[in-house]
């Protein structure tokens, strides 16, 4: 983090405790409910007490998941009866899927990239949404290609829907005042938002058939999400062959030699055509996205 990628960010430990501690105190005595949630909105009330925030100028509460299984987790077990809203981040699809193919097997010489993983970001792209929408909660997006490109236009919308204030902060990527450049999975500095951003993928993670299947199974998302076409009168309800991103994945497998994750390959295979086809996009609702015109 920082300028030069040397600094970092700490609270005091001792000053967390008795801030917790009070809140905790004040809370049970006001005889509310000890759920996880409360727990949870004490460990970041705490955190901010310690930062030096004033929490009562505190509106929302943001908590990444980061993966949809995670999610189903989280709402079940944490949030209980507790109203929430879910945002959630796409890109193009195609680039969705060859970006991670590419920084995982390069990352580690592809060790933690095997079948299972592959599935997971095809199922992301393609049953993503529909996923979400069986939480039955509101739902918007954020398309990273408008996040770069017209990122006040984001941010404004986004503050406009929950009522917050427009500072600058929202529109720099750091964290507590740290400039934050990336992951390391990635193997790129990534200096905040790219007014130059641009939709590419690497065409030799896909068959000119995976395309095609792709694009056809997800030309409603596509055109709602304007993104652009590379193929035309594609009518390719499931493929049955294996993707050429699966294969890339599945020679990585036999080269790390790992008998679990090489038995898993037949396993994900037959997951991924039962449920990654044209069929899995009926009546898919499309939620807007923050900034979209």
Known sequence: MGENKDQHYFVDKEKFIKNFSKLFKKKNKSNLNNSLYENLL????????????????????????HIIDQTKFF??????????????????????????VNNWLKYNSGKFFFAREIYFHLDLVINGIKKLAKFNKKIFLIQLEI??????????????????RDEECLKKSTFHNLKWWGDIVSGKDLNGINKDFNISFDQKNFFRRDIKFLEFILKDYIVFYKYKFTTKNSSIFFNFLPMKCELLIWKNTLKHKNI??????PFFYIKRLIFINKFSQKNLNMPRTFGME
Request: hydrophobic share 40%; aromatic share 6%; glycine share 2%.
């Open 75 to 100: 709402i079940k077990r944490i949030m209980g009866n507790v109203d929430f809203e879910i945002i959630h981040t796409i890109r193009n699809p195609l680039s969705a899927i060859s970006s991670p």
């Open 42 to 65: 004490m460990l970041h009330e705490a955190y901010l007490l310690t930062c030096g925030h004033d929490i009562n100028k505190k509106k929302i509460m943001i908590i990444n998941c």
């Open 147 to 164: 996040l770069h490109k017209n990122n006040l236009s984001v941010m404004d919308d986004f503050c406009k829907t929950y009522n917050l």
């Open 260 to 265: 679990k994750h090489i038995l898993s390959i």
